[in-house]
């Protein structure tokens, strides 16, 4: 079992649609999670932390649910630009940060 | 500029040939990471070094070297390519793991023929 699974996609949703993702890990003493975003044939970037609480940051919430041992990305009114695979990165005891494989998203007019 | 810089962008090389991939940045971090990306796999850990006298193995470092050259530089050498080393390589630094932020170069693709 992969230690961080995402569902591979492609999720495609038209413009101004809100397009959620899920990602769950199978380390339960896993310390730290975050949502990175990777553009075509680019580097990944940090889009976000995940806290305890939920978060939001403009159109984007991410949840935490350690009970079940997944956290989730919601994009309300998606954009053109949103477009990119999205990556879903733990961090594990250890300082170990594991990433997987990432969620495919295309946003079209 | 970029923060991170990887040299080459791009190579092409043939099984058995050394290939070395270069890594600098000017962000003033102690940490340095090499990992590589494959299609459905996700990025994955080569080796880390935590400052110049540090080197770490990563869960993929066979058939790979690296050298801390200075706190700025960090290569990664395949002593002998294989086909299955074709990926996109990346490199990061980070102020420390704790963040979750790493600070990638923009990649370099090796294809070994």
């Known amino acids: 079992r992969k230690e961080v699974e995402q569902d591979p996609g492609p999720f495609n949703v038209p413009e101004g649609a809100t397009v959620a993702f899920n990602c769950t890990y199978s380390?339960?003493?896993?310390?730290?999670f975050f949502w990175y975003r990777q553009d075509c044939r680019k580097e990944p970037k940090l889009l976000m932390s995940?806290?305890?609480s939920g978060n939001e940051d403009g159109r984007f919430t991410a949840q935490l649910n350690r009970a079940s041992q997944y956290i989730s990305l919601l994009i309300r009114d998606s954009k053109l630009s949103d477009s990119a695979t999205y990556l879903c990165?733990?961090?594990?005891?250890?300082?170990?940060?594991?990433f997987g494989a990432g969620t495919i998203l295309r946003v079209k007019s | 500029d970029a923060d991170v810089t990887q040299t080459p962008r791009n190579r092409i090389t043939k099984t058995g040939k050394r290939i070395m991939l270069e890594c600098s940045q000017t962000?003033?971090?102690?940490?340095m990471y090499w990992y590589r990306q494959d299609p459905g796999l996700g990025l994955r850990l080569i080796y880390y070094?935590?400052?110049?006298?540090?080197?770490n193995k990563g869960e993929i470092s066979d058939g790979y070297s690296v050298s801390r050259q200075a706190q700025a530089k960090f290569s990664l050498s395949l002593e002998s390519a294989i086909p299955n080393q074709t990926a996109l390589y990346f490199c990061?630094?980070?102020?420390?793991?704790?963040?979750?932020?790493?600070?990638f170069g923009e990649g370099s693709r090796l294809t070994v023929l």
């Open positions: 990061a630094t980070s102020r420390g793991p704790e963040t979750g932020e790493l600070f």
């Open positions: 380390n339960s003493a896993s310390q730290s």
């Open positions: 995940v806290y305890s």
């Open positions: 990165v733990v961090l594990e005891y250890g300082n170990k940060l594991v």
């Open positions: 962000k003033g971090h102690d940490r």
């Open positions: 070094s935590f400052d110049v006298k540090d080197i």
